[in-house]
């Protein structure tokens, strides 16, 4: 069977690409519009033809016709802000949430036999399930069956709490169903634990390593990869350091003294990860202890770029380019590569089904 091909829209560094092509998919076809995270896909994914800009703007049709009929699969994220505002009718047609017409329009002009659409759980939640109807009724109607729900990255052996919404469409039978759980569970420290141990402001974009991985999680990430990449830590302000001083392994802003704490809107602000547990979601400002749960479990800095990486499960070859917030936003907004290889795995399984039965 010759590799089945994939277009991946609304890209970022492309994380759900990653594991559709470690499952044996060619990824022939990007869309960014970022153009520093577009350039970071480019250098991960160079056998893909990436186009840079904004989807709106392009012409449908003759970015996307001509591959009508080539497609296996689409797949992407499409931003939906709608799904953020409590209090409001959630729908389709709600205008924050137009850059999801673009996925469906792409879906309509390239008519793959499969989609893969991945978003925030309220997607599917939302004002009693509205808004989860109108996708069914609008994909039903071009001739997609779907099956939905919501997956957390944690059951499919990244070390981090990430739940989010998927929906996997087919063209003429029935869905795959979603990726059952695998039961493995990969702590924080399983993770990290070889990564050098750099103090505030240490560490170089590429390194060596100082030790030998410490774990099954730690050699499969680290591959064939003989350079440390992307492992720099932020360099705290004063106030900041002697604040985290303060905060032994285990504890967090509730050991400090009151005129140490900060208002913030963020939960887990100055607190310490654990090591034995599973990470809280990887967001884009995880470089501040202020704005979450990203504060080292025992040193005085806040987790780098890799050490992010790490626990959004892609390996150590996959490098992060450009400015340290636009890396940030690579990794933040990524599909973790392991949970998006469990959703390529059952697709592939059931296009090989779809094969094996015509050859039958």
């Keep these: 069977m010759k590799k089945p091909k994939v277009i991946d829209l609304f890209a970022g560094v492309g994380g759900l690409s990653l594991g559709f092509e470690n499952c044996g998919f060619d990824v022939v ?59 409001q009718r959630k729908t389709i047609h709600d205008e924050r949430n137009f850059l999801f017409k673009y996925y469906v329009r792409v879906v309509e002009l390239v008519k793959p036999r499969y989609f893969v659409m991945e978003n925030v759980p309220n997607l599917l939640t939302a004002e009693k399930g509205y808004f989860r109807k109108e996708i069914e009724e609008l994909f039903n109607s071009m001739g997609y069956q779907l099956k939905m729900g919501i997956l957390n990255a944690s059951d499919y052996g990244v070390p981090q709490n990430r739940r989010r919404a998927v929906i996997i469409g087919k ?11 695998r039961n493995i569970t990969v702590t924080i420290w399983d993770a990290i634990s070889d990564l050098a141990y750099l103090s505030s402001g240490e560490g170089e974009e590429e390194q060596e ?22 492992h720099v830590a932020t360099r705290h302000s004063r106030l900041a350091l002697e604040r985290l001083a303060m905060i032994p392994p285990n504890a967090g802003k509730e050991v400090l003294p ?7 809107i963020y939960s887990g602000t100055w607190t310490r990860m654990r090591k034995d547990e599973i ?14 749960k990203f504060t080292h479990p025992f040193l005085d800095r806040a987790i780098t770029v890799r050490e992010a990486a790490r626990i959004q499960s892609f390996p150590d070859s996959f ?26 795995e059952v697709v592939m399984n059931d296009l090989k089904e779809g094969v094996d039965s015509e050859q039958a």
């Design 29 to 87: 076809l990007a869309n960014e519009y970022d153009e520093s995270i577009a350039a970071a896909y480019k250098a991960n994914h160079k056998g893909t033809r990436m186009i840079v800009g904004d989807i709106t703007s392009l012409d449908l049709e003759k970015t996307f016709g001509p591959y009508q009929g080539q497609i296996d699969v689409v797949i992407g994220g499409p931003p939906c802000q709608g799904f953020s505002q409590k209090g």
């Design 171 to 181: 063209q003429g039978g029935a869905a795959p169903g979603l990726p059952k759980p």
């Design 209 to 230: 390593y100082r030790g030998k991985p410490r774990s099954e999680y730690q050699k499969k990430l680290r591959g064939g990869s003989g350079t440390l990449r992307n």
């Design 258 to 264: 009151e005129e140490h704490l900060t208002r913030s």
């Design 279 to 292: 990470s809280v979601t990887i967001t884009t400002r995880f470089d501040t202890p202020s704005s979450g």
């Design 319 to 344: 490098r992060f380019v450009g400015s340290k917030g636009s890396q940030m936003k690579q990794v933040g907004n990524a599909v973790p590569p392991l949970l998006a290889g469990a959703i390529a």
